[in-house]
């Protein structure tokens, strides 16, 4: 049985039909855009796009909006073919009176040599789903830390706000804030260079990210279980927020806070090297939290600068009273870095005078700094020697130390001839010996003053010299200038007898506060005499620091200390009064 004849007629209205009702443009034109047929969904979404309201002409009404159409059939040269696919042109479309944007994907095919295809397909609503999809990543981005992959500051203040906003009955749920900085994250970076320092910080949040999770179950004494949400990220530079949520007992921070240190502590390996980074770490619980995120982060921080302030490698609880001793520090930081530049600081001497029976006269001197403020007057080192290392400037306070005592002591030198001091002592400060070059500073200046290097003693303290590595490797370089060393407030820092001997030092200081109980106390007698005998066998000599009275000065001479400095002797003396002192101090008794 043969197949019915198609009937072409109906085959002609079936096509009809679908490209009348087909969700799609279709348009026939010629190879020169004249428009040979199109169907209704090309004239709804041409039409706006015609200045004239005219449609015979594709090339002309999508001149202003895809001009290379034209040009891309040109230099089409194959016989069929796509000419192009899916090129989105952006327009606008009239409804309800409104400006609606909208989005057209026009695609060309080349049929027979003669003529072209036109699909026209309204892509609106999956451009703008691209678009949010593209503005979510952007975002994400924006609020996310490169080196750490953590949350950024602008992600953890949203996070802050969050919990501030709830309400009176919400917030019985408390949260507390962790803001953290590294210890000694400049020195790696000074040490063994940024990408070192990067990996440091990377290897933190790593150790950050196992340590917490989402919803931490924290263990108390009575058996009962606390789950909190806690976020972790990285806020900038060496600093670190740890947001923890759905407190039920405030206490439960503290043990998240300590073992957050603990983990932090321990070494970082690099290589073949270990480092030691440790974190001072301020915590604000929600009964302290006030202000905006901006100002509870600002309040985390000034806790943080005061664990730094107690010695590091610990927390401190944010308290209201830790604001204006941060604005008094920030005024004295300000008005500080106006008297290095306006000459108000001033250095004054300590004798340090020789307290063994046979050792002649001779005396030496201590350098030390002194600030003449404009408003308050002489402003006490206790006062400002903490700002200046916080803000950066004891370098600079350091140098002129240096600089000046040491012309002071060549001009003493020329003027009084054998009554002149012996000895010229300066303390050092973690910034300068952390100075990249600062050895050939100190060079220059023993250069440029005149000072003989044997005659200069620089003096760090017992805690510096044995926690730093990089600081031996500089105090070894300053030997090598053939000036002296001294272990200042020896007794107070991490060194011990044991160890003194790796220490290049010269002259060990015995702190005051073993030498304020010498007379009374028979354990600090017992300490100070194995000093003593433990410098005296490397050949290091001793000076007791902060004699006050005869008893004391009776003691540590019995116990063999070379030399002692303190107010029995005499209090710090301007330039101009030294002179008479040691003249005073060298006359014969009558």
């Known amino acids: 049985m043969k197949p019915p004849m198609p009937n072409l007629a109906e085959e002609y209205e079936a096509l009809m039909q679908f490209l009348y009702l087909a969700p799609v443009g279709l348009a026939q034109a010629s190879l020169s855009g004249e428009v040979l ?26 001149e202003e909006v895809a001009p290379q159409l034209r040009s891309l059939v040109a230099a089409f040269d194959e016989p069929s073919g796509v000419v192009c696919d899916s090129v989105r042109i952006h327009t606008a479309a009239t409804a309800a009176g409104q400006a609606v944007p909208q989005v057209i994907s026009v695609s060309l095919l080349k049929l027979e040599g003669l003529r072209l295809m036109a699909v026209f397909n309204d892509v609106t609503l999956e451009a703008q789903r691209e678009q949010a999809g593209l503005a979510m990543k952007l975002n994400d981005a924006a609020r996310m830390d490169s080196l750490t992959r953590m949350p950024n500051r602008a992600a953890v203040r949203d996070e802050i706000q969050r919990a501030m906003a709830r309400t009176p009955s919400e917030a019985a749920c408390g949260f507390a804030v962790l803001f953290m900085n590294c210890d000694r ?57 740890v947001v923890m949520d759905d407190m039920r007992r405030p206490d439960d921070v503290h043990a998240v806070a300590q073992r957050l240190l603990d983990v932090l502590a321990k070494p970082y390996g690099l290589g073949a090297r270990q480092f030691h980074c440790s974190v001072s770490m301020g915590v604000v619980l929600r009964a302290q939290a006030a202000g905006d995120a901006d100002a509870v982060l600002q309040d985390g921080s000034i806790a943080m600068v005061e664990a730094k302030r107690a010695g590091g490698a610990r927390y401190v609880v944010f308290e209201p009273a830790m604001r204006e001793r941060a604005a008094r520090r920030g005024s004295i930081a300000a008005d500080l870095r106006a008297a290095l530049t306006e000459s108000q600081l001033f250095v004054v001497y300590q004798p340090v005078v020789a307290l063994q ?91 440029d003053t005149g000072m003989d290097p044997q005659r200069l003693q620089l003096e760090v303290t017992e805690s510096l010299a044995a926690q730093d590595e990089g600081v031996q490797a500089c105090l070894h370089e300053l030997k090598a200038l053939r000036l002296t060393l001294a272990l200042d407030d020896f007794g107070t820092g991490y060194s011990s007898l044991a160890s003194l001997h790796l220490l290049p030092v010269d002259t060990v200081k015995i702190d005051r506060s073993f030498v304020s109980k010498a007379d009374t106390s028979p354990h600090h007698r017992v300490l100070i005499e194995a000093t003593v005998r433990v410098a005296g066998s490397l050949g290091m000599g001793t000076v007791a620091e902060g004699i006050e009275t005869e008893a004391q000065a009776a003691v540590v001479r019995q116990l063999g200390c070379e030399k002692g400095q303190g107010y029995l002797f005499s209090r710090p003396l301007p330039a101009g009064d030294v002179a008479g002192w040691l003249a005073a101090a060298a006359a014969p008794v009558a």
């Open 37 to 62: 047929m199109l169907n209704p969904k090309s004239a709804q979404l041409l039409m706006p796009l015609s200045r004239d309201g005219r449609l015979d002409n594709l090339f002309t009404v999508l």
């Open 185 to 241: 994250f400049k020195q790696i970076n000074d040490t063994v260079g940024h990408a070192a320092g990067d990996e440091v910080l990377g290897l933190m949040a790593d150790r950050l990210r196992a340590t917490l999770r989402p919803y931490d179950r924290i263990g108390r004494q009575d058996g009962a279980v606390t789950v909190m949400e806690q976020t972790a990220a990285r806020v900038g530079g060496d600093e670190f927020v």
């Open 357 to 447: 029976a046979g050792a002649g006269v001779s005396f030496g001197v201590e350098a030390l700094v002194r600030w003449r403020h404009p408003v308050r007057g002489v402003v006490p080192p206790l006062d400002f020697i903490g700002v200046a290392e916080e803000c950066g400037l004891m370098g600079a306070v350091g140098d002129f130390v240096l600089v000046t005592a040491c012309r002071q002591f060549v001009q003493w030198q020329q003027q009084l001839g054998p009554l002149a001091p012996r000895m010229l002592a300066v303390n050092l400060s973690r910034a300068q010996l952390n100075q990249p070059g600062w050895v050939g500073t100190v060079n220059d200046i023993l250069r």
